[in-house]
């Protein structure tokens, strides 16, 4: 089963068109990526399909929901994390995790900030401002944040921007793990080798326009190249 159907998707900004007529699937419990060049229309269908954005035509469904006419429905059942996404700095990292909890359920909060708590490993500079935490704690912050509320749907851009090798190899594994869990995942990375490791199909775009669609080896063996890396540039330069 689909849990997210996106049909002829066009988004236009006035005359400029961003994204024109894609159309893609995700199954349940899949982790798919969605990867492109800067400036292909890949982050306004990021936050498109999380609901920030509207249609301008096309449809997108959501574990059965229609994006825009249902959006309120998806929101409670999806997680966001943006590229650019930052906290409120003048909390503490454990206020900020206890802050965005009750604001999905409030009798379930505790239970989610001590899984966000697990998830960001920050030990005892949860305590700590966020202010305070370099670029790497904040990320490991914001990802416990996206997946401590068990979303059934998780989109998340760029998710170990910032990690050194040791803390991405953590994040990856637990989403794996998430997605092994039952959520599934849409994924955008610049890091090509993080995309062939965690993802199950990918799609390219390019200039608004799905270009590729598959399995990473499936594309591998299709290009005659050795990792997923080589298959984005030699699709994005045809």
Partial sequence: MAAVEVKNFIKRYGTFEAVKGISFSIREGEIFGLIGPNGAGKTTTLRTISTLLSITSGSITILGYDLEKQAGEIRKL???????????????????????????????????????????????RIDDRVDTYSKGMMRRLLVGRALMTNPRFAILDEPTSGLDVINAQEIRNLIKKTAQQGTTVLLSSHNMLEVEYLCD??????????????????????????????????????
């Fill in 78 to 124: 999806i997680s966001y994390l943006p590229e650019d996404a930052g906290a409120y700095k003048n909390m503490t990292g454990r206020a900020y995790l206890q802050f965005i909890a009750h604001f999905f359920d409030a009798k379930q909060a505790p239970t989610m900030v001590q899984k966000g708590i697990e998830i960001t490993d920050l030990g005892t």
């Fill in 201 to 238: 199909r990918i799609a390219l775009i390019s200039d608004g326009k799905i270009v590729e669609e598959g399995k990473p080896q499936t594309l591998m063996e299709k290009y005659k190249v050795r990792n997923v890396e080589e298959v984005f540039t030699r699709v994005v330069h045809q």
